[in-house]
């Protein structure tokens, strides 16, 4: 029958025995899942292997008929992977229409395969393995991520360009330094997403509806089968949690929002205004009316999709919020937002690592840019602390004066002449003018974490260390 459309019973043939007629059409639409988690297939598949193999370890289940499951289930793995199962909506999710192709498959000891289990501790289960095998790939994703930042960093570790606070320039940095700082949020977005699946990677499986089950089951086996750390341990709990999908949700939020940021920063650097730094046409649009344009969609579209990352954990939140236990038809709507975050992640992670590689920074216009807004300001602060012995306030002070200065002149720091300096602070010599080009501003800043070329070097060999392995 592989391929053939099934027939539709009055009540469902998997659960209608309390039931004489089938549910309104507007019933079935709102009930049914298997839309989308469909997707759940091959978790669904392996739990179900995994559940049998222990049912006849367990003399539950005999091992002819044991066999005859697991052969069906592998069947089935073909026909879907093949594209030639046919998902009927009429049987809700995918709990049930793989059962009822077993059924077809194999006859009615396909029934046997549900004892000792529930769809509850089933889709449980797999949510779980999928989410497990979701973080896996992301975590490689933002690896990858890492590596682009990190490589990128070490070919522009000597690169100037102004830092900014208040998106005001505030002091000359090293374009190195400031990818680095990406990778740092990055590697905390990896821990948060560790910490989930360490805490997820709890097995389900035979906690039945709510309550576990009289048959003499082993919980240990199937959640070692499956590659859990250990059974969730209380029945009630284990079918009614999906924490570990908020606690995801929450981590792909905050990944979004350090990728949204990054993305803004490669929106304002590629405008004309900044001329940072230039995309190539992979990562490019043009537009439908003005032919010069050259719009860095890819980085837009990675800043909106915080939306989808926010809005995703806010609605499983809000579907969790006034549940009681153990388990409600609400529970079937996290789903959507699970995949769609995780879908949309992956997405997002793949293309920040490829807009990090295809950038090309213009350094000679960064160079320029710090030293701009009187950015070395703070190191004549410092050189008048440091060797006229000033107190930093009053060094504050002298050099705000300066600055005032030096804009009445229209001059920079650099080029405001020796008199114009003592006739502020008289105690300032000609050395001061080696602390005023951005060049040399970056090359002091060697404090632990600081900005210097040599610090930014070591930084990144111990980011190789601390990530890449």
């Avoid at 025995?17 to 759940?40: C, H, Q, V, W, Y």
């Avoid at 996290?334 to 992640?345: G, M, N, S, V, Y």
Wanted: charged share 25%; glycine share 8%; net charge negative.
């Amino acid at each position: 029958m592989t391929g053939a459309k099934r027939p539709v019973a009055a009540a469902n043939a998997q659960w209608g025995g309390r039931f004489s007629a089938g549910p309104a059409e507007t019933m079935r639409r709102i009930n049914a899942s298997i839309d989308f988690d469909k997707r759940l297939w091959a978790e669904d598949i392996a739990g179900s292997k995994a559940h049998c193999a222990m049912l006849v370890a367990q003399d539950i289940l005999s091992a002819e008929d044991g066999a005859a499951i697991a052969a069906g289930l592998d069947q089935i793995r073909a026909e879907i992977e093949a594209g030639d199962f046919v998902f009927s909506e009429a049987l809700e999710d995918i709990h049930m229409n793989v059962e009822a192709r077993l059924a077809e498959l194999i006859g009615p000891v396909a029934g046997r395969l549900h004892t000792a289990r529930s769809r509850n501790d089933q889709v449980a289960t797999d949510l779980r393995l999928w989410l497990r095998a979701a973080i896996d790939r992301i975590d490689w994703a933002m690896r990858d991520l890492q590596q682009a930042l990190i490589d990128r960093a070490e070919d522009e570790a000597e690169t100037v360009m102004p830092g900014f606070t208040h998106l005001q320039i505030a002091q000359p940095v090293t374009l190195g330094h400031h990818l680095l700082a990406y990778v740092e949020m990055i590697g905390r977005d990896r821990g948060r997403l560790a910490d989930c699946r360490r805490r997820l990677n709890e097995s389900p499986l035979g906690a039945a509806a709510l309550a576990g089950t009289s048959f003499p089951i082993d919980r240990e086996a199937t959640a070692a089968a499956l590659g859990f750390d250990r059974p969730a341990a209380n029945s009630l709990d284990a079918v009614s949690d999906r924490d570990f999908a908020i606690e995801f949700l929450a981590a792909a939020a905050l990944t979004g929002t350090h990728l949204s940021r990054f993305a803004e920063e490669i929106v304002l650097w590629s405008s004309d205004g900044f001329g940072f730094v230039a995309l190539s046409d992979a990562y490019t649009t043009g537009s439908s009316i003005m032919p010069q344009k050259r719009n860095p969609d890819a980085a837009e579209l990675v800043r909106a999709k915080t939306g989808r990352f926010n809005g995703a954990l806010v609605a499983l939140l809000t579907v969790m919020k006034g549940l009681p236990l153990a388990y409600g038809k609400d529970m079937q709507e996290d789903k959507i937002p699970l995949f769609e975050a995780a879908d949309a992640l992956e997405l997002c992670l793949a293309a920040t690592s490829g807009m990090v590689r295809d950038i090309c920074p213009d350094r000679e216009r960064l160079r320029a840019a710090a030293g701009r807004g009187y950015a070395t300001a703070t190191d004549l602060a410092d050189w008048l602390v440091r060797v006229a012995d000033l107190p930093f306030r009053r060094a504050h002070h002298a050099t705000g004066q300066i600055v005032k200065r030096a804009e009445a002149l229209g001059l920079s720091l650099a080029e405001l002449p020796i008199a114009e300096l003592q006739g502020i602070e008289p105690s300032i010599t000609a050395d001061v003018y080696n602390v005023l080009d951005p060049r040399r501003s970056v090359e002091s800043r060697t404090s632990y974490g600081g900005t210097a070329p040599d610090r930014v070097r070591a930084a990144i060999s111990a980011a190789k260390q601390r990530f890449l392995r």
